[in-house]
Nanobody
Framework: QVQLVESGGGSVQIGDSLRLSCTASGVTFSTVVTAWFRQASGKEREFVSILYKGERRQTSYRSSVKGRFTVSRDNTKNTAYLQMNSLKPEDTATYYC??????????????????WGRGTQVTVSS
């Protein structure tokens, strides 16, 4: 049984930082594609970042978070992270961790992901 549990969300001010964590059971992050998505109130869920499987740890980010967010994982803890710096009000959303077993797909879409966490809320205010 695969389970993903996010944590680390909270209410912060503009320019602050947060680190989200996603802890997995039943799956090893190094063997799957891991992604962070977010969903703001009244909006569609959108991709934020992708961490590809394997030790090369290739990453991908949506343009609005490039240079501010960093995705990573710790294999010893089987935990993925999303370090978010210089937070803006438009980053306010529920953030979800997801994994995909698909070898090839458009990983910026929700479709290839097999399991999702329940999300953690991030609120950025002035």
């Amino acid at each position: 049984q695969v389970q993903l549990v996010e944590s680390g969300g909270g209410s912060v001010q503009i320019g602050d930082s947060l680190r989200l964590s996603c802890t997995a059971s039943g799956v090893t992050f190094s063997t799957v594609v891991t992604a962070w998505f977010r969903q703001a109130s009244g909006k569609e869920r959108e991709f934020v970042s992708i961490l590809y499987k394997g030790e090369r740890r290739q990453t991908s980010y949506r343009s609005s978070v490039k240079g501010r967010f960093t995705v990573s994982r710790d294999n010893t803890k089987n935990t993925a992270y999303l370090q978010m710096n210089s937070l803006k009000p438009e980053d306010t959303a529920t953030y979800y961790c997801a994994i995909s077993f698909n070898p090839e797909a458009d990983f910026t879409s929700r479709d290839p992901y097999n399991y999702w966490g329940r999300g953690t809320q991030v609120t950025v205010s002035s």
